[in-house]
């Protein structure tokens, strides 16, 4: 497979390497993880997946053609199953790619049916055979929607390939409405775009008036690369310049992934922004989780990235 796409080029490639493994977020190193794709073709601007080093290149999907019977395969290996699989850390499940899309509905099809618990995070479209499938596991799915504003001007500079704001809450309210729970992942916040009052109130309003009951938030940090990609792919002059003087007085942080650190606002303006969203986010029945991955020197909770399970007994996965 090598096709186009007005937005991307996409190539197809068997993985070598384990399917099934932890993630270098410290909230996901106990969990399996699974990407089906190098890069992604939703095409976010800030994504930090462009400072590693399996990133295929700017507008470039590689698809992991041989996921399926490669994770069956190590599955028959295992001496212990994972209870829970995480969708995904470094790309997306729900990319507007057939190949993909077919690829993870056999997938999840085969994961809920062998009663394992499902994870996932998307800013994805969801097709309909999805929801006909969770339908039938409500209890085995934990649904995340990545949504940072109802401001589609802003969404789409910032994750051009991404559902709508729209679409992504009628997402939730049908993922409500079968009974699963959902959250919202309010990552990564523009400080200075997104961060404001008015920004906030209306996001969280409308989350209330779905039923969505609890989220998580984390403010924009900076690699060179992200720095690199706001300034090539944000047209927009002062939008930019507006998110990028925010790091102008930015500080080095040790975050919990791997041995990275980041460029961050400082601590003190993270916490207000953090206590900001975590007030309004009250005011409308939410609780409001902060990323202790990616704020360390804020918090030591964490954000139930890969959900928030009742123990089964027999959780452990080896990973090894
Ligand atoms: S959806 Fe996630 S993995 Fe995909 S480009 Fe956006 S931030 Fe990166």
Excluded at 111 to 133: M, Y
Excluded at 143 to 163: C, K, R, V, W, Y
Aim: glycine residues 4%; charged residues 20%; hydrophobic residues 40%.
């Amino acid at each position: 497979m090598s096709s186009q796409s007005p937005l991307f080029r996409i190539t197809a490639e068997n993985r070598k390497s384990a399917v099934l493994t932890p993630s270098s977020l410290s909230c996901l190193s106990k969990t399996a993880t699974v990407n089906l794709t190098r890069g992604c073709a939703h095409q976010c601007v800030y994504c930090y997946t462009r400072g590693y080093s399996s990133f295929p290149g700017e507008h470039t999907i590689a698809v992991y053609a041989n996921t399926f019977e490669k994770m069956k395969a190590e599955w028959q290996r295992k001496r212990k199953i994972p209870d829970c699989v995480y969708f995904s850390p470094s790309s997306d499940i729900f990319q507007p790619i057939p190949e993909v899309l077919d690829m993870g509905y056999n997938i999840l099809h085969w994961l809920l049916n062998n009663n394992v618990r499902i994870a996932i995070l998307t800013k994805g479209v969801i097709p309909n055979r999805f929801f006909d499938l969770f339908a039938q596991f409500p209890e085995q799915i934990q649904f995340q929607h990545g949504l940072i504003t109802l401001d589609n001007s802003i969404l789409s500079m910032f994750e051009p390939g991404a559902a709508s704001a729209e679409t992504r809450i009628s997402q939730m309210r049908r993922f409500i409405d079968l009974g699963i729970t959902t959250r919202v992942r309010l990552d990564p916040i523009l400080p200075g775009l997104t961060d404001d009052e008015e920004s906030l109130e209306s996001l969280c309003l409308e989350l209330e008036q779905i039923g969505v009951r609890e989220m998580a938030a984390s403010v924009l940090f900076l690699r060179p690369v992200i720095l690199a990609s706001l300034k090539q792919n944000i047209h927009d002059n002062e939008i930019k310049q507006k998110l990028i003087s925010r790091f102008e007085n930015k500080e080095s942080l040790a975050i919990h992934a791997g041995q990275s650190r980041v460029f961050a606002l400082c601590c003190e303006e993270r916490r207000q922004i953090l206590d900001r969203v975590r007030t309004i986010a009250a005011l409308h029945q939410i609780e409001c989780h902060r990323c202790s991955c990616k704020n360390p020197d804020l918090d030591s909770s964490s954000c139930q990235i890969a959900g928030a399970w009742t123990n089964r007994g027999n959780t452990l996965f080896d990973l090894l």
